[in-house]
């Protein structure tokens, strides 16, 4: 495959990443809280602090999808392995652990506030955990493309 194409389809994924999160924090997660707070009254005052928290923490996931759009944009113009997308692949792996750990902490907080439930604190482990193995597989995939920039640079001096 060639790197404009490659790039293409990464683009292509990435916008139908943002469009499928777009769906959700706007539609998905409001109609549900609607439902469960008709369904359950006395869930009502939780409201606005678990949207506003789940929206947050959709924040940096944008983030990163603006940071694969500009590694996207690398691969086409056949720049793959360079110092500049191993930079964002560092910064990559930093949002998911900041938003890994945000995502935990808040589950905390809700808790000792009394709106969340321990089940529930108990299932965000697992979202937690995809979260931190995200941020290691985008820290062992910078560094590699940072030793592939370096490799790169010395092959182009050699004749």
């Known amino acids: 495959m ?11 994924m990435i916008v139908g990443t943002g469009l499928c999160g777009l769906v959700i924090y706007t539609l998905v997660i409001p109609t549900l809280g609607v439902n469960l707070c008709g369904q359950y009254p006395e869930l009502s005052g939780w409201f606005w602090p678990w949207l506003i928290f789940l929206c947050g923490s959709g924040i940096p996931c944008y983030a990163v999808l603006a940071l ?3 590694i996207a944009t690398n691969i086409g113009m056949d720049r793959s392995f360079c110092e500049e997308n191993a930079k964002m692949l560092r910064q990559i792996s930093c949002l998911a652990a900041g938003d890994a750990g945000f995502f935990f902490s808040g589950n905390i907080i809700l808790l000792l506030l009394n709106m ?4 529930v604190v108990l ?5 937690v955990f995809v979260g931190i193995a995200i941020s290691v597989a985008f820290a062992a995939l910078s560094h590699l493309v940072k030793k592939a920039a370096a490799l790169q640079g010395q092959s182009d001096w050699t004749i």
């Open 68 to 70: 694969a759009w500009r």
């Open 2 to 12: 060639e790197q404009k194409t490659l790039s293409n389809w990464l683009k292509y």
């Open 123 to 127: 299932a965000s482990f697992g979202v």
């Open 116 to 119: 969340n439930h321990p089940g």
